[in-house]
T-cell receptor, first 113, second 115 residues
């Protein structure tokens, strides 16, 4: 069985400060990992994804994530957040060639002016 | 090209009534997913269609929920005898699988309110 854990349900951070949103996963086979963002009253959109290759993945809006196989983690980072980054962020995985996607419970990022 | 569309965008229904929610995926996408997002909750997987294979219904919360996908394209999620706890936003997503790197494209959702 596969699972995704986002331990932080809410993360408040001041504008222009760095942020890290944590994601850990569990899977017995190889995985593909994703971060999706949901802005208020909007649908989800892809922020970035890891399929293979370099473990540091860069996405839209200055976000990046690092795949760490030994730690089974895929944490999302941004060096300096803006008010517009206020949203809910979901970590997700696909494993074993099966397209069913498992989502984490989401982390609400609240950027404080 | 057009993205994933869902209709209606909002639906208010009385407890006990049946509702149908529609999803039009991106043309050519082989995989289609339904999720439910309740207030303050994450994404709850409901059902997954992949090509002509039997759907994965493991997430459907009760036998009041069913879904079909006709012709490998449009999908309808049906909720019979709606209950107040069914109130949520129902999201549909489609994917091109390996070709698209498993990226899911989400529709705007249908907000269902059961009174």
């Amino acid at each position: 069985a596969q699972s995704v854990t986002q331990l932080d349900s809410q993360v408040p951070v001041f504008e222009e400060a760095p942020v890290e949103l944590r994601c850990n996963y569990s899977s017995s086979v190889s995985v593909y990992l994703f971060w999706y963002v949901q802005y208020p009253n909007q649908g989800l959109q892809l922020l970035l994804k890891y399929l293979s290759g370099s473990t540091l993945v860069k996405g839209i809006n200055g976000f990046e994530a690092e795949f760490n196989k030994s730690q089974t983690s895929f944490h999302l980072r941004k060096p300096s957040v803006h008010i517009s980054d206020t949203a809910e962020y979901f970590c997700a995985l696909v494993s074993g060639g099966y397209q069913k996607v498992t989502f984490g419970t989401g982390t609400k990022l609240q950027v404080i002016p | 090209g057009a993205g994933v569309s869902q209709s209606p965008s909002n639906k208010v229904t009385e407890k006990g009534k049946d509702v149908e929610l529609r999803c039009d995926p991106i043309s050519g996408h082989t995989a289609l997913y339904w999720y439910r997002q309740s207030l303050g909750q994450g994404l709850e997987f409901l059902i997954y269609f992949q090509g002509n294979s039997a759907p994965d219904k493991s997430g459907l919360p009760s036998d009041r929920f069913s879904a079909e996908r006709t012709g490998g394209s449009v999908s309808t999620l049906t909720i019979q005898r709606t209950q107040q706890e069914d109130s949520a936003v129902y999201l549909c997503a489609s994917s091109h699988g390996t070709v698209g790197g498993y990226e899911q494209y989400f529709g705007p959702g249908t907000r269902l309110t059961v009174t």
